[in-house]
Nanobody
Framework: QVQLVESGGGLVQAGGSLRLSCTASGRTFGTYAMGWFRQAPGKEREFVATSFWSGDSPIYADSVKGRFTISRDKAENTVYLQMNSLQPEDTAVYYC???????????????WGQGTQVTVSL
């Protein structure tokens, strides 16, 4: 079993930045990829970014490309999502997830965190 805990969400004005963290614990071997998804009220959970634990092969949703960056601290078993130039449409609950492969599909990830709220105001 893998436990994922997100942190770093909050309220920010449009144009601002936030950095989300996701720390993994438990039986993390075999979970080679980490992903970030988000879910806005009344909408489906959507893909944001993913990469291998090594940091290789990052993939971003078109809506965040150039603004968000996924990175990791291997020693701390932590993955980060640096979010710059935030806009109101980025408002959502953000979830991290772990799995064996990088993918834009939710079904590819076996473990999920509890989510952290990001609210972007005008």
């Amino acid at each position: 079993q893998v436990q994922l805990v997100e942190s770093g969400g909050g309220l920010v004005q449009a144009g601002g930045s936030l950095r989300l963290s996701c720390t993994a614990s438990g039986r993390t071997f075999g979970t080679y990829a980490m992903g970030w998804f988000r879910q806005a009220p009344g909408k489906e959970r959507e893909f944001v970014a993913t990469s291998f634990w090594s940091g290789d092969s990052p993939i971003y949703a078109d809506s965040v490309k150039g603004r968000f960056t996924i990175s990791r601290d291997k020693a701390e078993n932590t993955v980060y999502l640096q979010m710059n130039s935030l806009q109101p449409e980025d408002t959502a609950v953000y979830y991290c997830a772990s799995g064996r492969w990088t993918s834009k599909l939710r079904a590819a990830y076996a473990y999920w965190g509890q989510g952290t709220q990001v609210t972007v105001s005008l």
